[in-house]
């Protein structure tokens, strides 16, 4: 068994020396073009794959006939094209991931506007089966946030009444609503 620290054999020397060599090429050519920096490094990927695929292992190949396969236009364009479609397919399904999550999201939106619209419901049915006068006080205390004093004259009750009245009514609203409120009370 050779070991790690051996040099490569010739046959992988000789592969790396043709692959280097097809990449060098197609390069230059690329280059007496006029293709750009981008452009050029794309085509000399492509043809290193490809010569990698088309032969594997055995690598006896002419070096120059297929660099001037590449410089034919059409060929060129082939490649390029080739390159820029699979660039345009990742932005298309990027495209349509974005919009599947845009419409998850609006579906989610649809569910907790629903899920508020019950909540909502709730409340006003619990506060509906209350004794007007702990609803008002409720109402007047949590959403128009007067004060003790000024419920106190509206309704005629003593502070010890309405501080009765309020929280009673807070407790009847947690307990019916026990079930969206979960552990936080």
Do not use: W
């Not at 280059?31 to 794959?49: F, Y």
């Not at 907790?112 to 006003?124: H, N, R, T």
């Not at 004794?131 to 009750?157: Q, W």
């Not at 501080?163 to 307990?175: F, G, I, N, V, Y």
Request: with cysteine.
């Amino acid at each position: 068994m050779p070991g790690d620290n051996e040099p490569p054999r010739d046959s992988e020397r000789d592969r790396e020396t043709v692959l280097l060599k097809v990449a060098r090429q197609v390069d230059e050519t690329a280059a007496k073009m006029g293709l750009q920096l981008a452009d050029r490094e794309d085509l000399r990927q492509e043809a290193v794959l490809r010569q990698l695929e088309k032969y594997g292992d055995r690598l006896s190949m002419d070096c120059d006939g297929f660099a001037k396969g590449i410089t034919s236009k059409k060929a060129r364009h082939r490649i390029l094209d080739f390159i820029r479609d699979e660039q345009r397919l990742e932005a298309r399904q990027d495209a349509f991931e974005t919009a599947r999550a845009a419409a998850a999201a609006q579906r989610d939106a649809k569910e907790v506007a629903s899920d508020v619209k019950a909540l909502a419901e709730l409340a006003g049915d619990v506060l509906n089966q209350m004794l007007p006068r702990r609803r008002i006080a409720y109402l007047r205390r949590r959403f128009d946030g007067a004060s003790h004093k000024v419920i106190r004259a509206e309704l005629g009750v003593s502070s010890k009444q309405l501080d009765t009245d309020l929280q009673r009514a807070s407790q009847k609203l947690c307990k019916a609503l026990a079930d969206y409120l979960g552990a936080e009370r």
